[in-house]
């Protein structure tokens, strides 16, 4: 399956912004968001299992970024609300893993090719 992430921009500190990763089939598998910002690691931000029934977040986002996904459209959306700058960062979308909440980058074979979120102060 590839997957193709978007929805990401500019936007200032307290703004929303929504992320769509859409799949190029059908996927039964859990999915989830990870960030990258420069210079560091790859970071988990959320999981939701494949009926979108659980979700799971980081502590960092917790409250404030929202996963869902429709099964129907094959896409997962990532809704963030109350951005703060440190939040700038790649956000890249991925499924694949086999158990959950899935945190870990190489617990996902799939990526798709990221999208930027850049949150000004």
């Known amino acids: 399956v590839q997957l193709q992430a978007s929805g990401g921009g500019l936007v200032q500190a307290g703004g929303s912004l929504r992320l769509s990763c859409a799949a190029s089939g059908r996927t039964i598998s859990d999915m989830g968001w990870f960030r990258q910002a420069p210079g560091k690691g790859r970071e988990f931000v959320s999981t939701?299992?494949?009926?979108?029934?659980?979700?799971y977040y980081a502590d960092s986002v917790k409250g404030r970024f929202t996963t869902s996904r429709d099964n129907a459209k094959n896409t997962m959306y990532l809704q963030m609300n109350s951005l703060k700058p440190e939040d700038t960062a790649v956000y890249y979308c991925a499924t694949g893993s086999r158990f959950f909440p899935a945190t870990s980058p190489r617990d996902y074979d799939s990526w798709g090719q990221g999208t930027q979120v850049t949150v000004s102060s």
């Open positions: 939701i299992r494949w009926s979108g029934r659980d979700t």
